[in-house]
C-alpha cells in the first residue's frame, strides 16, 4: 500500500517569496501524484497532478510540482507567494491498482506575512 | 450546477438526534467517497462506493450509515452520534476508483453537542 509524508506541519513565508512545501511518497509501482488546497472551512480544491510524461507539471494559480522518482518526492513550488496562498495543502498518492484508494498527507498549514 | 455539491454545510444536533448528510455530483462519475477530517488530524476515509456499490467502509462506527441510492448521490445518516463526532465531512468522487483525480465537495460542518 502507498503512503505520503509531507515533513513540515506549518510554514511561513512572506508575500513575495518563492515556496516549496514537500511531500514523500511511498509506492512499488508508479504513482499518481496530486497537490490539493484547502482553505479554511472549505472542501479539497486539485491544484495539479502527475501521472506520467514530463516530471515538471504546472497546475493552477501558478503553482508547478516536479516528480523526482529517485527521490520519491512531489514538492510543490510557487516563485511569488500572495497572501491569498495562505491554506492547508495536501499532497495525496493514487495508486494504478483498481482496487486501491488514495492516501492522503497530514498536510501542511501556509501563513504568508505582508 | 457544476462539480460536486453537498447539503446543509452547517449542522448542529444533539446525542440523540438523527440526521442526514446529502452530497450529490454533477460530473457523471462512477465513485463516490465520505471523508472525515478532525482539527490535527489527517484525512479519515470512511466509506467509498463504486457503481452504487459500496466496496470499502474502514471500520467505522454504525452509527455512521451510508446509502448510495444512484451514482449521482451519496448519503451519510447519522444517528446517536458522540461528541467526538465533530468534524468537516467532506465528499467527494470520481470517474473511478484508483488513481483517478477525486474532486471534493464544500464539506459539511458537523457539531454534535
Known amino acids: 500500500a502507498q503512503s505520503v509524508t509531507q515533513p513540515d506541519i506549518h510554514i511561513t513565508v512572506s508575500e513575495g517569496a518563492s515556496l516549496e512545501l514537500r511531500c514523500n511518497y511511498s509506492y512499488g509501482a508508479t504513482p499518481y501524484l496530486f497537490w490539493y488546497v484547502q482553505s479554511p472551512g472549505q472542501g479539497l480544491q486539485l491544484l495539479l497532478k502527475y501521472f506520467s510524461g514530463d516530471t515538471l507539471v504546472q497546475g493552477i494559480k501558478g503553482f508547478e510540482a516536479e516528480f523526482k522518482r529517485s527521490q520519491s518526492s512531489f514538492n510543490l513550488r510557487k516563485p511569488s507567494v500572495h497572501w491569498s496562498d495562505a491554506a492547508e495543502y495536501f499532497c495525496?498518492?493514487?495508486?494504478?491498482?483498481?482496487?486501491?484508494?488514495?492516501?492522503f498527507g497530514p498536510g501542511t498549514r501556509l501563513s504568508v506575512l505582508p | 450546477e457544476t462539480g460536486v455539491t453537498q447539503t446543509p454545510r452547517h449542522l448542529v444536533m444533539g446525542m440523540t438526534n438523527k440526521k442526514s448528510l446529502k452530497c450529490e455530483q454533477h460530473l457523471g462519475h462512477n465513485a463516490m467517497y465520505w471523508y472525515k477530517q478532525s482539527a490535527k488530524k489527517p484525512l479519515e476515509l470512511m466509506f467509498v462506493?463504486?457503481?452504487?456499490?459500496?466496496?470499502e467502509n474502514n471500520s467505522v462506527p454504525s452509527r455512521f450509515s451510508p446509502e448510495c441510492p444512484n451514482s449521482s448521490h451519496l448519503f451519510l445518516h447519522l444517528h446517536t452520534l458522540q461528541p467526538e463526532d465533530s468534524a468537516l465531512y467532506l465528499c467527494?468522487?470520481?470517474?473511478?476508483?484508483?488513481?483517478?483525480?477525486?474532486?471534493f465537495g464544500p464539506g459539511t460542518r458537523l457539531t454534535v453537542l
Open positions: 467527494a468522487s470520481s470517474q473511478a476508483r484508483g488513481a483517478d483525480t477525486q474532486y
Open positions: 462506493y463504486n457503481f452504487k456499490e459500496q466496496t
Open positions: 495525496a498518492v493514487g495508486a494504478d491498482n483498481y482496487g486501491q484508494n488514495f492516501v
